[in-house]
């Protein structure tokens, strides 16, 4: 049985997905945006107008030109299976489990960490909710896991006296391809080389005869690292003024300015985002992980697998520390961080497992109590399942949209059956001038109060309920969502 631990607990992970992969976003998971129900819909916009209706527009959308690796990853997904919504979410669960899988092929004598993490952390709510939804946060974590595994296998080779080898570089590849599926984990470039960085000042105490030649291979990292950020460059220069555009849109306002609000801030996003009952126990464990470690090395434990592992975690925590004193952090953001504390709680819990048979027993018990903790939560979200958004892709799904615009923040999320061509509109940002006359649209998409797009039509005058035959209004989830169906030849 213990032979084959990690690949049943992964088959019992993705089974205890299916029950959600049909579902609304749980109404709980990130209660102060409603960004898990419309961004599955963004993400995949442009890649789904391209296969459904052969036409494509890098400036219709914001998603594809600020990571475009995500969009293109789907494209073949969609061209053989079809544009669903189910073929979006199963790429990214499918991608997080291969990152595990990966890691099993090239490590499978220490599984026990991957049954660790996946008890403890890969249950966790937020997490174990985004798994399953077409957002890029997921795959992103799952690129940077498998550089880990990369990064292990360096670190192996290296020890055997080889100056450079292939998975360095594949290391650095793997955090290329995240932050090129969403440009916001830009961040994570530093991930290898500050991991190498610690690892080195662990080792100058120890005067290790690999010191200096671990200090070259820190000078190899970085530059493997300003190479890929070079190749993303060239795609920043290519776009330079439409993706400067987006992100002074995206990026602008994220933080306070001085250090008072600074402090507060953090403060305020500890106790309302990190400190709570979903998050709270992990945290508790990442952080007892942190003199766990220093206490096993200082009895001269030397597994150069594990060490490195509770290193990543720790360069990864720290890399995803800037995000606390963000004004707008939804769950979603925090993700990766919740990721790298579990990586520290799956090693503190590993180290405790090879002790001594009291060490297993208390291991286990840690995780295991985490474990049914963290699931408690995602059954409660079982049965608080919705099916809002079904209910309007179903109600648009024989509307005879094929090819159509479709407008507004909520339309690519409600027009998976349709075959439309959904694109945003969000005023002084995207779509919004003169939408009517620029796009025909066959229905128009918004919340009753338009809050969604900054009341973009009534900035301009128009009445929907004037230029619209017929409406129909839906309640998704906190939102009265109106589709209003637009005469023909109406300016």
Partial sequence: MRKSAFPVLLILFLLFHFPFLTADP??????????A??????????S???????????????TFVRGPLFSILQLP??????????????????SLALSLLLFFKKFPENQMFLVFLGITALSQFQLFQFSHYALAELLCIALTFAS????????????????FNTSLAFAQLFIFLAYAAKIQYLYLAAL???????????????????????????????????????????????????????????????FPLNWPDILTITRFNIQHYLWTKEIKLLLILSCLALPGFALWKALSKRDIRLELIFIFGLSWTLLELHKLPMLYIPNRYLLSLFFALGILVAAGLMMLYRENSYGKALAFCFAISLGLINMSFNYE???????????VNHYLSDKNLDGAYVLGSWAPSLTWASEARAIPVWNQYFNWKDPINTFHPRCIITEFNEAESDHAYTQQ???????????????????DVKVYWIKKGVK
């Fill in 37 to 46: 129900w419309t961004d599955e819909g963004l993400y995949a916009a442009q």
């Fill in 48 to 62: 789904r107008n391209l296969v459904d209706a052969g036409s494509f527009s890098l400036h219709e959308n914001s």
């Fill in 192 to 254: 290898p080389s500050l991991a190498i960085f610690l690892l080195l000042i662990m080792r100058l105490p120890e005067k290790d005869r690999s010191s200096k030649k671990l200090f070259v291979q820190f000078g190899i990292s970085i530059g493997l690292m300003l190479a890929f950020l070079l190749l993303y460059a060239l795609w920043y220069f290519v776009n330079k003024d439409f993706y400067n555009y987006i992100m002074l849109n995206e990026t602008s306002g994220r």
């Fill in 77 to 94: 997904f969609f061209y053989i299976f079809g544009t669903h919504l189910l073929v979006a979410r199963l790429l990214v669960l499918v």
């Fill in 148 to 163: 880990l595994a990369f990064l292990i296998q360096w670190q192996e080779r290296f020890y055997f006296g080889r100056s």
């Fill in 381 to 391: 979200a079982y049965t608080r399942r919705t099916y809002d958004l079904e209910a």
């Fill in 461 to 479: 005058g128009i009445n929907l309920d004037s230029v619209s035959d017929s409406s129909r209004q839906f309640k998704i989830w906190r939102y």
């Fill in 26 to 35: 749980d109404t709980l998971v990130d209660l102060n945006t409603r960004g």
